[in-house]
C-alpha cells in the first residue's frame, strides 16, 4: 500500500477524481496528506470535508526552494511515497525533484509536447488543432518536459469555446489520472530513456 500525497492549489476536481479511485478500491494506495499553497483553495476545503489530512503552506513571498523544503519535510513526515501534481500552479525545484525520484506526477490538459504551460486549453483552441487531450507525465526539472505515462485524446469541435472544450478535457483527466497513479502505486513503470513502458499486471499471489 503506497502513500500519496496530493498537491493542488484550486478547484480540486483532479484530487477528488483521485481520491474517489482510492475509495474505491482500485489503486493500492492512501491519501496520506493533501497541500495547498493557498488557503482559499476550494480542493483543500473539499479534502477536509473528506476527513483526509489536509493542511496549507502559503507560498507567497517565499523563496522557491525554501518553500519547497517546508513542503516536502511534511509530505515525509506523512510518510509519502507518491507526489500527485493536481493543479498545483508552483514549478518545482531541483532539490524537490531529486528528494522524490520519479515519483513525481503532473497531469497537463494537452497533448505535450503541445502547449506545456498556462492556459493550454485556449492556446490549444486558439491555434487550431483539431485534436486536443491531457497528458499525465513524470514530473522532471523542465516545465511538462518529463516522461509521458498516459495520454487521452479530445477533438476539438468548431463550436468549442475554451469552456466547452476544457469540459471535455476535464473528464478525460478524472479518467486518466487514477489511472496512471494506479500503474505507479504498482510499480508497473519502467524507464528507457523518456519512454515510460508499462509492464504487465502480474497475477494475484505473485
Ligand atoms: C486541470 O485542468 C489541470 O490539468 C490543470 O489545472 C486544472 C486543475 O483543475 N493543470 C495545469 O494546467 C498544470 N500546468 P482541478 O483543480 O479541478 O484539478
Redesign the pocket.
Known amino acids: 500500500m503506497k502513500n500519496l500525497g496530493i498537491l ?8 477528488e477524481a483521485i481520491a474517489h479511485s482510492v475509495a474505491a478500491g482500485q489503486i493500492p494506495a492512501r491519501i496520506a496528506v493533501v497541500i495547498s499553497n493557498r488557503e482559499d483553495a476550494p ?1 483543500l476545503a473539499r479534502a477536509w470535508q473528506m476527513g483526509l489530512p489536509a493542511r496549507c503552506i502559503p507560498s507567497q513571498g517565499k523563496e522557491r526552494e525554501a518553500y519547497d523544503r517546508e513542503v516536502v519535510a511534511v509530505l515525509k513526515e506523512h510518510g509519502v511515497d507518491i507526489v500527485c ?3 498545483f ?1 508552483r514549478i518545482l525545484s531541483p532539490y524537490f525533484i531529486h528528494e522524490f525520484p520519479h515519483r513525481i506526477l ?4 494537452a497533448l505535450l509536447p503541445a502547449f506545456p ?2 492556459d ?1 486549453q485556449k492556446r490549444a483552441l486558439e491555434y487550431g488543432v483539431k485534436y486536443t487531450g ?1 497528458t499525465v507525465h513524470l514530473v522532471d526539472e523542465g516545465v ?1 518536459t518529463g516522461p509521458i505515462i498516459c495520454q487521452a485524446v479530445v477533438p476539438v469541435r468548431d463550436d468549442d469555446t475554451v469552456e466547452t472544450l ?1 469540459a471535455r ?2 473528464e478525460e ?1 478524472h479518467r486518466i489520472y487514477p489511472e496512471a497513479i494506479r500503474l505507479v502505486a504498482e510499480d508497473r513503470i519502467r524507464l528507457e530513456g523518456r519512454r515510460v513502458l508499462i509492464q504487465p499486471r502480474l497475477p494475484a499471489g505473485e
Open positions: 493542488l492549489s484550486g478547484r480540486g476536481s483532479n484530487f480542493g501534481l493536481a493543479g500552479m503532473n497531469i497537463h490538459p504551460g498556462t493550454a491531457c511538462d476544457s478535457i476535464l483527466e
